[in-house]
């Protein structure tokens, strides 16, 4: 299960730029959704770290980079970086998953009410991501968008946390 969750966070990066293969972000969102369904409340949260560990690690891959101006010193420190801050950021996406257990579990939520909470509390999430400590906000799921003017022209009305809550719940 933690290999799945892992795998499907890796592959919801696939969906930022520069790839931008939004329609990835379905099966992703489907199958945390599925895996954190199965589960009681710590599963939930296990299965919601490792996906946002695959997550951030792929998103924040170039981070690295910086460590290999100066490689014959400091490219071994670039795997450490990645991993490291991915592992920090990955705790966002658990607290998502957890929270979203718990309401399913207290409210006796159906299929389509749990992927809205997912939904609303991914966003939550990134807000704080964002907000928090020195704030981060690197890889909104609403960033994904940049690849249609038309879309982005939603950003407007409801801003990048609105297109993340539309496109988790949409996948």
């Given at each position: 299960?933690?290999?799945?969750?892992?795998?499907?966070?890796?592959?919801?990066?696939?969906?930022?730029?520069?790839?931008?293969?939004v329609?990835?972000?379905v099966p992703?969102?489907?199958i945390?959704?599925?895996?954190?369904?199965?589960?009681?409340?710590?599963?939930?949260?296990?299965?919601?770290?490792?996906?946002?560990?695959?997550?951030?690690?792929a998103?924040?891959?170039?981070?690295?980079?910086?460590?290999?101006?100066?490689a014959?010193?400091y490219?071994?420190?670039?795997?450490?970086?990645?991993?490291g801050?991915?592992?920090?950021?990955a705790?966002?996406?658990?607290?998502?998953t957890?929270?979203?257990?718990?309401?399913?579990?207290?409210?006796?939520?159906?299929?389509?009410?749990?992927?809205?909470?997912?939904?609303?509390?991914?966003?939550?999430?990134?807000?704080?991501?964002?907000?928090?400590?020195?704030?981060?906000?690197w890889?909104?799921?609403?960033?994904?968008?940049v690849?249609?003017?038309v879309?982005?022209?939603?950003?407007?009305?409801?801003?990048?946390?609105?297109?993340?809550?539309?496109?988790?719940?949409?996948?």
């Amino acid at each position: 299960d933690l290999a799945v969750a892992l795998a499907s966070g890796l592959i919801a990066a696939a969906a930022l730029p520069p790839m931008g293969l939004v329609f990835l972000l379905v099966p992703a969102f489907s199958i945390l959704l599925w895996l954190i369904q199965g589960s009681g409340i710590r599963a939930a949260l296990t299965h919601g770290w490792w996906f946002g560990l695959g997550f951030f690690s792929a998103g924040f891959y170039w981070i690295g980079n910086a460590f290999f101006i100066d490689a014959e010193r400091y490219g071994w420190l670039a795997p450490f970086a990645v991993m490291g801050i991915a592992s920090i950021m990955a705790v966002y996406a658990a607290l998502a998953t957890g929270i979203t257990k718990i309401f399913s579990l207290h409210l006796k939520l159906v299929d389509w009410a749990q992927a809205l909470c997912l939904a609303i509390f991914w966003t939550f999430t990134e807000y704080l991501r964002a907000e928090l400590l020195t704030g981060l906000p690197w890889n909104l799921i609403g960033s994904v968008w940049v690849i249609s003017n038309v879309i982005l022209q939603v950003a407007a009305w409801i801003g990048v946390f609105g297109l993340s809550m539309i496109t988790v719940a949409a996948a």
